[in-house]
């Protein structure tokens, strides 16, 4: 009798560190002044307990600040993808197709805040950009959408650190959630939704 394993539909992530973030300490002041004037924002969806600023929020009157980080994010996220994109169809398809970013958003999470496990629809690749955070203010935990599949193979659930500078692109479709933010100190990071077009 022969028999073959079959592994089918890898999942790709795509991870990139900016070590030097040299531009940290000008955000999270940037983010913390433009937080204090969003005195009416009521933007709920995966968070609890924290602020999220609205999607595209750097579009609007009051945040034209932020177009220089938004240039240096932009930039790591144009890195991140062309690395993701090697060895895989995505590589072909972005010579005749234009990298698109749909929304991005900020998050503040103080301490007790988390995200409960949500997706990202409407696009094709998300991500996220750790601004500020340590060891103890909650892991990204991504989960294989296949999960009740998976119990015999292996673990189903993926965890990342928060580290600042980093940034972590996932298919939109992969459920996710954030640990309880159990530091004394606010957890920054900045969310954003990729389509190609
Ligand atoms: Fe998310």
Known sequence: MLYSDIFLFPIKLGVTLDEEFS?????????????????????????????????NFYKEPGAEGFDPFMDKIWKQICET???????????????????????????????????????????VL??????????????????????????????????FEPIEGKMIVFPSCLPHNVDTNDDEETRISISFNLDFG
């Open 126 to 159: 998300s991500g996220v950009f750790w601004v500020k955070s340590s060891e103890k203010s909650g892991s990204l935990n991504i989960m294989d959408p296949l999960e009740m599949n998976t119990y015999c193979l292996g673990p189903n659930q993926a965890h």
């Open 23 to 55: 531009y940290k300490n000008d955000l999270i002041e940037w983010i913390h002044e433009y937080k204090d004037k969003d005195v009416n924002n009521t933007v709920e969806i995966s968070n609890r307990g924290g602020y999220q600023t609205r999607g």
């Open 81 to 123: 993808i062309q690395n993701y994109s090697e060895g895989i169809m995505l590589k072909n398809y972005l010579n005749t197709n234009t990298l698109n970013l749909v929304n991005i958003w900020i998050n503040v999470n103080g301490p007790g805040a988390f995200n409960h496990v949500h997706q990202h629809p409407g696009s």
